[in-house]
């Protein structure tokens, strides 16, 4: 296999030899399945086909890049979120599941059949945003994205969904924006502080840093975001936002400074801090200044 491809190898004997080299089984299937175009439950039924070289060499090279440390995401540029399978390359952060709970929180308040306007800031490959418009097809939404390789890869991700309910729009979060107002903000953030040493471990290495890091607490951004929310939101309008599991508490309070309220913090499936919530409040009461 990989090492001899002139040397015929059977699927079964190729994914044994390529799971021992990565340590990982399912690695070594989505790979195969890839340098073959067939699906991972295909190369089981047909473990003892023989790999042509081209093949065999194929493989061989996406094992070596796996081995280098290249997500499993972006060798094959394609991730699942959601209901989504979709485009990504290094332009983008790769989407993770635990941002699943954000895109679940936000389809919470927002009526199934309401023309709601949500705006995604930072929308990457544009996975919160399309999960949402896919389960609000009456919803319009705006993602926003400095990056205009991102932006790219989020509108080919719509295109090939077939989802028109999303407008794409560059510059750095609240710019682009005017003084549009919103029923519903979500955004998946940098939140990593500058110091972490994930940044160097992983996946992480190869993902574009301005969509990881974010300042030396890792909360610059977010204090951007929550600073500028209210002003783009409708009275009683929600901001809804990823974080890292030990920010809930400084998250809280930036909300409460900028006079958000009904504040709340979900948990991942790992019960650590996730998502904060915060609400515009509806109206002037008698005693707000
Ligand atoms: N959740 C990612 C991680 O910790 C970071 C994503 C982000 O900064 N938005 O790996």
């Given at each position: 296999?990989?090492?001899?491809?002139?040397?015929?190898?059977?699927?079964?004997?190729?994914?044994?030899?390529?799971?021992?080299?990565?340590?990982?089984?399912?690695?070594?299937?989505?790979?195969?399945?890839?340098?073959?175009?067939?699906?991972?439950?295909?190369?089981?039924?047909?473990?003892?086909?023989?790999?042509?070289?081209?093949?065999?060499?194929?493989?061989?090279?996406?094992?070596?890049?796996?081995?280098?440390g290249?997500?499993?995401?972006?060798?094959?540029?394609?991730?699942?979120?959601?209901?989504?399978?979709?485009?990504?390359?290094?332009?983008?952060?790769?989407?993770?599941?635990?941002?699943?709970?954000?895109?679940?929180?936000?389809?919470?308040?927002?009526?199934?059949?309401?023309?709601?306007?949500?705006?995604?800031?930072?929308?990457?490959?544009?996975?919160?945003?399309?999960?949402?418009?896919?389960?609000?097809?009456?919803?319009?939404?705006?993602?926003?994205?400095?990056?205009?390789?991102?932006?790219?890869?989020?509108?080919?991700?719509?295109?090939?969904?077939?989802?028109?309910?999303?407008?794409?729009?560059?510059?750095?979060?609240?710019?682009?924006?005017?003084?549009?107002?919103?029923?519903?903000?979500?955004?998946?953030?940098?939140?990593?502080?500058?110091t972490d040493p994930h940044l160097q471990q992983g996946?992480l290495r190869?993902?574009?840093i301005?969509?990881?890091?974010?300042?030396?607490?890792?909360?610059?951004?977010?204090?951007?975001?929550?600073?500028?929310?209210?002003?783009?939101?409708?009275?009683?309008?929600?901001?809804?936002?990823?974080?890292?599991?030990?920010?809930?508490?400084?998250?809280?309070?930036?909300?409460?400074?900028?006079?958000?309220?009904?504040?709340?913090?979900?948990?991942?499936?790992?019960?650590?801090?996730?998502?904060?919530?915060?609400?515009?409040?509806?109206?002037?009461?008698?005693?707000?200044?």
């Open positions: 296999m990989p090492d001899h491809p002139l040397h015929p190898t059977r699927i079964r004997q190729a994914l044994a030899e390529a799971t021992q080299r990565l340590g990982d089984r399912v690695d070594a299937e989505v790979l195969l399945a890839y340098a073959l175009s067939k699906s991972r439950s295909w190369l089981i039924a047909h473990a003892d086909d023989l790999l042509l070289s081209d093949h065999a060499a194929a493989y061989a090279w996406l094992i070596e890049q796996r081995e280098a290249e997500p499993i995401a972006y060798i094959i540029g394609r991730r699942g979120f959601w209901s989504l399978d979709l485009e990504v390359t290094p332009a983008t952060l790769i989407p993770r599941p635990e941002t699943e709970l954000l895109v679940e929180l936000a389809l919470e308040r927002l009526p199934a059949d309401k023309a709601c306007r949500v705006l995604d800031l930072g929308t990457g490959s544009g996975a919160v945003a399309l999960a949402i418009a896919r389960d609000r097809p009456m919803a319009q939404i705006i993602a926003t994205d400095a990056s205009s390789d991102a932006l790219a890869v989020a509108q080919r991700n719509a295109r090939s969904h077939h989802i028109g309910n999303v407008s794409f729009v560059h510059g750095d979060w609240f710019a682009p924006l005017d003084d549009r107002r919103f029923d519903v903000i979500v955004s998946n953030p940098p939140y990593i502080e500058a996946d190869f993902e574009p301005s969509a990881l890091m974010s300042g030396s607490d890792g909360l610059d951004d977010i204090r951007r975001i929550v600073r500028d929310a209210g002003l783009h939101l409708v009275p009683g309008g929600w901001l809804l936002f990823e974080h890292g599991w030990n920010q809930g508490g400084a998250v809280r309070a930036l909300l409460r400074d900028a006079d958000f309220a009904e504040l709340s913090t979900a948990h991942d499936l790992e019960q650590r801090d996730r998502v904060s919530i915060g609400r515009r409040p509806v109206a002037g009461t008698c005693d707000s200044p």
